[in-house]
Nanobody, 119 residues
Framework: QVQLVESGGGLVQAGGSLRLSCETS????????MGWYRQAPGKERELVAT???????IYANSVKGRFTISRSNAKNTVYLQMNSLKFEDTGVYYCRAETRKIPFRGDYWGQGTQVTVSS
């Protein structure tokens, strides 16, 4: 089992910045891929950004150039730096970890952290 603990959400004005953190309960080297997803009210959960253990990143078109996903191996933590925030970035942001490494094999989600951008 892998637990994910998210932090860093909050209320920010449009144009502002926030940094989300997601700490894993195991070494980050036991995780194949970590990512951030978000769900706005009345909408489906969508991918925001992912980062593989090899360093490959994928971003949703809507956040390219504004958001950056990164990690700290020493802190077993993945970050999402969000700049130039827009009202439409509002939602609950979830951290996800996927791995095939034994004995941690599985697909894990954090509890979510609320991000609210005021226009």
């Amino acid at each position: 089992q892998v637990q994910l603990v998210e932090s860093g959400g909050g209320l920010v004005q449009a144009g502002g910045s926030l940094r989300l953190s997601c700490e894993t309960s195991t070494s980050i080297f036991n995780i194949d891929s970590m990512g951030w997803y978000r769900q706005a009210p009345g909408k489906e959960r969508e991918l925001v950004a992912t980062l593989s253990i090899g360093g490959t990143t994928i971003y949703a078109n809507s956040v390219k150039g504004r958001f950056t996903i990164s990690r700290s191996n020493a802190k077993n933590t993945v970050y999402l730096q969000m700049n130039s925030l827009k009202f439409e970035d509002t939602g609950v942001y979830y951290c996800r970890a996927e791995t095939r490494k034994i004995p941690f094999r599985g697909d894990y989600w954090g509890q979510g952290t609320q991000v609210t951008v005021s226009s």
